[in-house]
């Protein structure tokens, strides 16, 4: 790392300095850890700093979808009480307990690699990280505030952060110690999030260290001083301890790092008044005609002996197990006040004879199976269930495949129409269920979208008003999820601008074609309004594509005669949305 000319008890005087700063309490795995020390160290040593495959992992690894995705958890881990978080009530102390729990005022290493572990075995087993759900353990936890001692790191700091907030303080001085809480609720309230967004605390105590080195480079002459940095560069500074003008301060320079996204500002109130709950297909239909139809498909072919179960045992499970449970939930002329739930007894031999049959019959014979389905998807135990059922028996996963697979071909005796129909109904009733609406959006958009884009444009009417429904649930739980990241909730909705351009050309390409139903002109337009507000592809990937299409033209033909019917769209809401979308979202 370089030579120095520093004496051995000048070395440890500064260790001796430095031990209050890195006690177990502050320890943070990515922000401040023994890399830091190390850091400080040879900064303090020789002026320089450790390499920056060493330094940049922690960056690297953030910039990672599963980086960002640990990090609240991870912060959870090592965050520390907030100084005015109330203290929480001692629990009742049992041997169990006792020989399990960690010190309070230092991270569970233990608990810690466990969780890290089982996070990583997910990612290896190719589903989806999220976000730690929101718990009242860590609801007032102060975001790490990083304590600099040589410039080295503070630069390294700067670079690691677009947007930074340094507080110049001293133990001798009392304005610091008043100001100081201020300083960490701010850090705890604005310190870096999980979408990138936040600003980076360093309090840099003059008399630690380099710290006076610090403080002459940047002409700190008293403390308290903050300085305000915009990508490394200085932008302003406040001096003494005023509260107000701080919050202040961190404000203006968090709306310049990460200024709101224009669409924040535009009067929506057509959109507004959408619902954005999921489209359902609620309708029931005759079970036992459904089963029949399916067992008659079942008889007309020669079942083969290798599928694990024979015909009879499939017969058997629909006729004995499926068929109770869908009369039971849904067949009542007056519902029960508590309706019976599926379990994993019914849905375990469903999905085996669900897996059997796709297997088996051809395509075309399987859409009264999909149909039983797309009503037990209005189950929610259902939708939990198929969440995480393994692949090679998940209904989800089998009929997503045969619809891909099918609409491939372009040989209309191949492709199915009931199926096809049949199979869009189920997947837009698969957002009934929260869980496994995100499972569909974070593990499966892409194969949502090459089932959802040919079939808006398909020939049978029914088939595009399903498209178009599913288009509508699949772009309305994007918006929210951006919404509820908007107000500071922990949306954790993952962007994908390449995605969001090939789903918003297709549903441009259908409003342009359709000429016929007012319903799917109303749901396409819906969609497209989803997709693009508050997108943060909208500037850079949206607004010139839609630019391209000529997207306003093709929403202002909707009103116009022979648009869509023979005098273009006559619903007065359906109206107001397409003049509203066309005029304030695209360019």
Known sequence: MGETAIDEETFGEYLTEMREHYTADKYHLLD???????????GFLTGGSIPEFIKDLPTDFLSTPFGAALRPTIDAMYRRPSPSAPTPP??????????????????????????????????AASTTSTAAPSNAATQSLTAPIHAITNPASFNTFLKNHRATVAFFTSATCGPCRMIEPVFERLAEEKGLKADGHGAGFAKIDIDVGMGNNLASQWNVRATPTFIFFLDGKKLDELKGANANELRTQVDLLLFQAFPPHPHTSLSLPA??????????????????????????????????????????????TLSGVVSPYLKARF???????????????????????????????????????????????????????????????????????????TLRTPDSASNP??????????????????????????????TLAAVVI????????????????LAFNVAAYLQNGRVEKLRGGSGNIQEDGD?????????????????????????????????????????????????????????????????????????????KLVEEVANKLCP
């Open 32 to 42: 401040f850890n023994c890399n830091s020390f190390t850091n400080d160290v040879v």
């Open 90 to 123: 001692e629990p009742v102390a049992t041997p169990a307990a006792a020989a399990t729990a960690a010190p309070e005022t230092a991270p569970n290493p233990q608990l810690a690699a466990q969780l890290l572990q089982a996070l990583a075995s997910r990612a």
């Open 271 to 316: 959109f507004q008044a959408l619902s954005l709950n999921p489209i359902l297909f609620t309708q029931v239909p005759a079970i036992d005609t459904v089963l029949s139809k399916l067992t008659s498909f079942i008889d007309s072919v020669t079942w083969p002996s290798s599928v694990p179960h024979t015909s009879a045992q499939v017969k058997q």
């Open 331 to 405: 067949s009542a002329v007056v519902p029960p006040t508590k309706l019976p739930s599926a379990t994993p007894a019914i849905l375990t031999p469903w999905s085996q004879a669900t897996s059997a049959l796709s297997s088996t019959l051809p395509t075309s014979s399987l859409f009264p199976l999909v149909d039983l389905w797309r009503l037990a998807f209005l189950d929610p135990a259902v939708g939990t269930w198929v969440a995480s059922a393994p692949v090679a028996s998940n209904p989800l996963s089998i009929f997503i495949n045969k619809a891909t697979t």
């Open 417 to 446: 129409r009931n199926f096809l129909l049949t199979t869009l109904r189920l997947l837009s009733n698969a957002f009934a269920t929260p869980v496994l609406a995100q499972t569909l959006f974070t593990s499966a958009r892409g």
């Open 454 to 469: 040919p079939s808006l444009l398909h020939t049978d009417g029914s088939v595009r008003t399903a498209a178009a429904s």
């Open 499 to 575: 995605w969001e351009v090939e789903m918003a050309s297709a549903i441009v390409e259908a409003l342009n074609r359709e000429v016929t139903s007012e319903e799917v002109v109303h749901r396409l337009t819906a969609s497209l309004a989803c997709l693009l507000r508050v997108s943060p592809a909208y500037e850079n990937q949206l607004s010139p594509l839609l630019e391209v299409l000529q997207a306003r033209d093709v929403l202002k033909q909707k009103l116009t005669k022979g648009g869509c019917g023979e005098e273009g769209v006559t619903k007065k809401d359906v109206r």
